[in-house]
Protein backbone atom coordinates (compact mmCIF):
# COMPACT_ATOMS: atom_id res chain seq x y z
CA UNK A 1 0.00 0.00 0.00
CA UNK A 2 2.83 2.60 0.68
CA UNK A 3 6.49 2.34 1.66
CA UNK A 4 6.25 2.41 5.21
CA UNK A 5 3.32 -0.39 5.42
CA UNK A 6 5.84 -2.66 3.24
CA UNK A 7 8.86 -1.91 5.86
CA UNK A 8 6.60 -3.20 8.50
CA UNK A 9 6.70 -6.12 6.81
CA UNK A 10 10.06 -6.77 6.76
CA UNK A 11 10.29 -8.61 10.12
CA UNK A 12 8.04 -11.53 8.52
CA UNK A 13 10.25 -11.62 5.69
CA UNK A 14 13.47 -11.62 7.76
CA UNK A 15 12.34 -14.16 10.08
CA UNK A 16 11.64 -16.48 7.60
CA UNK A 17 14.01 -19.80 7.66
CA UNK A 18 12.33 -20.18 3.74
CA UNK A 19 13.77 -17.11 2.35
CA UNK A 20 17.25 -16.82 3.88
CA UNK A 21 19.15 -20.39 2.61
CA UNK A 22 17.96 -19.61 -1.32
CA UNK A 23 19.20 -16.49 -0.75
CA UNK A 24 22.80 -16.89 0.62
CA UNK A 25 22.80 -19.72 -1.69
CA UNK A 26 22.30 -17.05 -4.42
CA UNK A 27 24.52 -14.22 -2.87
CA UNK A 28 27.39 -16.47 -2.79
CA UNK A 29 26.78 -18.29 -6.09
CA UNK A 30 26.69 -14.45 -7.76
CA UNK A 31 30.31 -13.56 -6.13
CA UNK A 32 31.52 -15.82 -8.03
CA UNK A 33 31.37 -13.62 -10.92
CA UNK A 34 32.38 -10.61 -9.13
CA UNK A 35 35.46 -12.83 -8.22
CA UNK A 36 35.67 -14.12 -11.93
CA UNK A 37 35.65 -10.75 -13.57
CA UNK A 38 38.22 -8.89 -10.96
CA UNK A 39 40.34 -11.96 -10.56
CA UNK A 40 40.65 -13.30 -14.19
CA UNK A 41 41.86 -10.63 -16.54
CA UNK A 42 44.56 -9.95 -13.31
CA UNK A 43 45.66 -14.08 -13.98
CA UNK A 44 45.00 -13.72 -17.74
CA UNK A 45 48.33 -10.54 -17.80
CA UNK A 46 50.10 -11.43 -15.27
CA UNK A 47 50.70 -15.31 -15.54
CA UNK A 48 49.73 -15.89 -18.86
CA UNK A 49 50.87 -11.98 -21.13
CA UNK A 50 47.50 -12.21 -22.78
CA UNK A 51 46.48 -9.43 -24.64
CA UNK A 52 43.03 -7.39 -24.04
CA UNK A 53 41.97 -9.33 -27.08
CA UNK A 54 42.35 -12.42 -25.89
CA UNK A 55 41.12 -12.20 -22.49
CA UNK A 56 37.82 -10.83 -23.85
CA UNK A 57 37.73 -14.07 -25.91
CA UNK A 58 38.66 -15.97 -22.67
CA UNK A 59 36.10 -14.11 -20.44
CA UNK A 60 33.05 -15.69 -23.13
CA UNK A 61 33.97 -19.33 -21.66
CA UNK A 62 31.76 -18.13 -18.69
CA UNK A 63 28.35 -17.82 -20.62
CA UNK A 64 29.54 -21.04 -22.58
CA UNK A 65 28.60 -22.63 -19.12
CA UNK A 66 25.64 -20.26 -17.43
CA UNK A 67 23.23 -19.93 -20.62
CA UNK A 68 23.42 -24.30 -20.95
CA UNK A 69 22.76 -24.29 -16.88
CA UNK A 70 19.86 -22.56 -17.31
CA UNK A 71 18.05 -24.53 -20.38
CA UNK A 72 18.59 -27.64 -18.83
CA UNK A 73 17.33 -26.47 -15.14
CA UNK A 74 14.36 -25.72 -17.15
CA UNK A 75 13.58 -29.67 -17.81
CA UNK A 76 14.95 -30.91 -14.43
CA UNK A 77 12.67 -27.84 -12.40
CA UNK A 78 9.70 -31.32 -12.00
CA UNK A 79 11.57 -33.75 -11.43
CA UNK A 80 13.70 -33.16 -8.81
CA UNK A 81 13.40 -31.06 -5.45
CA UNK A 82 14.93 -27.51 -5.23
CA UNK A 83 17.64 -28.32 -2.15
CA UNK A 84 18.90 -31.25 -4.86
CA UNK A 85 18.87 -29.16 -7.27
CA UNK A 86 20.60 -26.31 -5.45
CA UNK A 87 23.21 -28.75 -3.78
CA UNK A 88 24.16 -29.75 -7.73
CA UNK A 89 24.59 -26.23 -8.74
CA UNK A 90 26.68 -25.48 -5.73
CA UNK A 91 29.03 -28.60 -6.02
CA UNK A 92 29.82 -27.74 -9.58
CA UNK A 93 30.84 -24.33 -8.54
CA UNK A 94 33.35 -26.00 -6.30
CA UNK A 95 34.37 -28.66 -8.59
CA UNK A 96 35.34 -25.94 -11.19
CA UNK A 97 37.78 -23.62 -9.98
CA UNK A 98 39.16 -27.33 -8.01
CA UNK A 99 39.81 -28.83 -11.60
CA UNK A 100 41.44 -25.32 -12.50
CA UNK A 101 43.57 -25.50 -9.34
CA UNK A 102 44.58 -29.03 -10.62
CA UNK A 103 44.81 -28.14 -14.18
CA UNK A 104 47.11 -25.28 -14.03
CA UNK A 105 49.30 -27.10 -12.35
CA UNK A 106 50.00 -29.91 -14.63
CA UNK A 107 50.12 -27.54 -18.35
CA UNK A 108 51.36 -23.81 -18.31
CA UNK A 109 48.41 -22.47 -20.97
CA UNK A 110 45.68 -20.22 -20.53
CA UNK A 111 43.10 -22.62 -21.12
CA UNK A 112 44.36 -25.02 -18.13
CA UNK A 113 42.73 -21.94 -16.25
CA UNK A 114 39.73 -21.22 -18.16
CA UNK A 115 38.32 -23.88 -19.25
CA UNK A 116 37.17 -25.69 -16.13
CA UNK A 117 35.33 -22.68 -15.01
CA UNK A 118 32.49 -23.48 -17.69
CA UNK A 119 31.44 -26.17 -14.92
CA UNK A 120 31.60 -23.55 -12.59
CA UNK A 121 28.99 -21.33 -14.24
CA UNK A 122 27.04 -24.09 -15.31
CA UNK A 123 25.77 -24.62 -11.47
CA UNK A 124 25.38 -21.02 -11.37
CA UNK A 125 23.52 -21.27 -14.11
CA UNK A 126 21.38 -24.19 -12.47
CA UNK A 127 21.47 -22.25 -8.88
CA UNK A 128 19.69 -18.89 -10.23
CA UNK A 129 16.61 -19.78 -11.15
CA UNK A 130 15.63 -22.57 -8.72
CA UNK A 131 17.39 -20.02 -5.61
CA UNK A 132 15.08 -17.00 -6.72
CA UNK A 133 11.77 -18.96 -7.49
CA UNK A 134 12.32 -20.28 -4.06
CA UNK A 135 13.01 -16.78 -2.59
CA UNK A 136 10.06 -15.36 -4.54
CA UNK A 137 7.80 -18.43 -2.68
CA UNK A 138 9.37 -17.88 1.11
CA UNK A 139 6.87 -15.58 1.91
CA UNK A 140 4.37 -15.22 -1.23
CA UNK A 141 2.91 -12.19 0.34
CA UNK A 142 6.14 -10.43 0.52
CA UNK A 143 7.20 -11.81 -3.31
CA UNK A 144 8.61 -8.32 -4.48
CA UNK A 145 10.44 -7.31 -0.97
CA UNK A 146 12.45 -10.53 -0.84
CA UNK A 147 13.34 -10.36 -4.78
CA UNK A 148 14.99 -6.39 -4.03
CA UNK A 149 16.11 -7.60 -0.51
CA UNK A 150 17.90 -10.94 -2.07
CA UNK A 151 19.19 -8.99 -5.07
CA UNK A 152 20.83 -6.20 -2.76
CA UNK A 153 22.49 -8.75 -1.24
CA UNK A 154 23.62 -10.37 -4.08
CA UNK A 155 25.54 -7.35 -4.74
CA UNK A 156 26.71 -6.68 -1.78
CA UNK A 157 28.57 -10.13 -1.03
CA UNK A 158 29.75 -9.94 -4.68
CA UNK A 159 31.08 -6.41 -3.61
CA UNK A 160 32.64 -7.57 -0.49
CA UNK A 161 34.02 -10.89 -1.66
CA UNK A 162 36.04 -8.82 -5.21
CA UNK A 163 36.89 -6.25 -2.62
CA UNK A 164 39.42 -8.80 -0.56
CA UNK A 165 40.51 -10.85 -3.30
CA UNK A 166 41.53 -7.72 -5.10
CA UNK A 167 43.17 -6.15 -2.12
CA UNK A 168 44.89 -9.79 -2.08
CA UNK A 169 45.88 -10.45 -5.84
CA UNK A 170 48.66 -8.38 -6.22
CA UNK A 171 50.63 -9.89 -3.10
CA UNK A 172 50.21 -13.62 -3.78
CA UNK A 173 50.35 -16.14 -6.09
CA UNK A 174 47.02 -14.86 -8.67
CA UNK A 175 45.66 -18.21 -9.72
CA UNK A 176 46.10 -19.58 -5.82
CA UNK A 177 44.26 -16.16 -4.71
CA UNK A 178 41.40 -16.49 -7.32
CA UNK A 179 40.80 -20.06 -7.28
CA UNK A 180 41.25 -20.10 -3.67
CA UNK A 181 38.47 -17.29 -3.20
CA UNK A 182 36.28 -19.32 -5.37
CA UNK A 183 36.61 -22.50 -3.74
CA UNK A 184 35.84 -20.43 -0.33
CA UNK A 185 32.68 -19.35 -2.10
CA UNK A 186 31.35 -22.62 -3.21
CA UNK A 187 31.60 -24.27 0.32
CA UNK A 188 29.47 -21.28 1.44
CA UNK A 189 26.88 -21.86 -1.28
CA UNK A 190 26.82 -25.49 -0.89
CA UNK A 191 26.61 -25.46 3.29
CA UNK A 192 23.64 -23.08 2.67
CA UNK A 193 22.24 -24.89 0.07
CA UNK A 194 21.54 -27.59 2.85
CA UNK A 195 19.53 -25.93 5.14
CA UNK A 196 16.63 -25.79 2.14
CA UNK A 197 14.16 -27.39 3.49
CA UNK A 198 12.58 -29.33 -0.21
Same mark, same amino acid.
Given at each position: ?? +? @??? =????????????????????????????????????????????????????????? @? &???????????????? %????? @??? &?????????????? $????? +????????? +??? +????????????????????? #? @????????? %????? $????????????? =????????????? !???? &????? !? #???????
Amino acid at each position: AN +M @LSQ =IKSYPLLLLSMNFWPPTLVSAFSFSIFGLFFVGAPFVAVKVYGLSPSQIGLLLGFIP @L &GFVPGNIIVGKLVNQF %STRLL @LIL &GSILLLIGPSISFL $TTNLY +MHQLAFFVP +MII +MAFGTGIIWPVANTAIIQAVP #S @LAGSASGIS %SALMV $TTSAISSGVLGWN =IENSDPILALVGM !LILV &GAATI !L #SSLFIKN
